[in-house]
């Protein structure tokens, strides 16, 4: 079954920042886009869409034919519609895939599915990241190096405030000697979620081939295995005899 990915990208370091636009020309969501295709090739469609479409490029029709949908930014999580938030977690409810990059931890959805503030420590030095596979058997982790090495990166360390992840998959160490839990899964409905940490707007992270790969594998993973799409329901169901 084909994969119909969006990868949604905030979309503003690039528009304003020239450094950063050097970087990602085609902005952090082109990057993330053209490694899936590499990785995923026939069988993912992949499209984008940023904030400053009509709905945040997120319209209902959008996400219903979205099966995966990744999620990046950092300076205007607060001007993301509620609307649009809550239509994505309905979406994420009902069974779409929701992969939560980086500074997304502090996006209006990664907040609202968790429940908690998702704050975490941080320090942007360029230090070098070592993400370390916990869970070597889980599918995201399938074909990661041990560990990926990234020379520059943002720090980010605990605490960390989310719930207990269903799985730890990524652990990363920092040059500074903080740990972070770098990549976890949640099941929120009948939806899962991964968030990842490596992918600073201000390194090419996301030209890194382990991290591509780590993505692609998450993009699979989070694939929902059937095209239906529903909310669980509340039932009154008539009683029934089971002595029969």
């Known amino acids: 079954m084909t994969i119909r ?19 990602y020309p085609d902005g952090i969501h082109g990057a993330i886009a053209d490694g899936l295709a590499g990785l995923l090739g026939e069988d993912a469609v992949i499209g984008t869409a940023t904030l400053a479409e009509p709905e945040h490029g997120l319209t209902e029709e959008r996400l219903a034919a979205t099966d995966v949908l990744l999620w990046w930014g950092h300076m205007a999580h607060d001007q993301v519609d509620d609307e649009v938030v809550a239509r994505v977690q309905r979406h994420v409810l009902g069974g779409m895939g929701l992969l939560v990059l980086h500074s997304g931890h502090f996006s209006k959805i990664f907040i609202r599915l968790m429940g908690t503030t998702c704050s975490l420590a941080w320090r942007n030095d360029a230090e070098r990241e070592l993400v370390w596979t916990v869970k070597p058997g889980h599918p995201i982790a399938e074909g990661v190096e041990q560990p990926i090495v990234i020379d520059r990166q943002e720090m980010y360390g605990e605490h960390f405030d989310i719930p207990d992840p269903d799985e730890l998959v990524f652990i990363s160490s920092f040059a ?69």
């Open 5 to 23: 990915v969006t990868v949604w990208n905030e979309y503003v370091h690039e528009t304003t920042q020239d450094d950063i636009a050097a970087i």
């Open 176 to 244: 500074g000697g903080e740990v972070f839990r770098s990549g976890v899964t949640f099941t929120r409905g009948l939806g899962r979620i991964f968030y990842f940490s490596p992918g600073d707007q201000e390194y090419p992270v996301y030209f890194h081939p382990q991290i591509r790969r780590v993505l692609a594998n998450g993009v699979r993973w989070a694939a929902p295995t059937t095209s239906e799409r529903r909310l669980p329901e509340v039932s009154n169901p008539a009683a029934r005899d089971w002595t029969a």
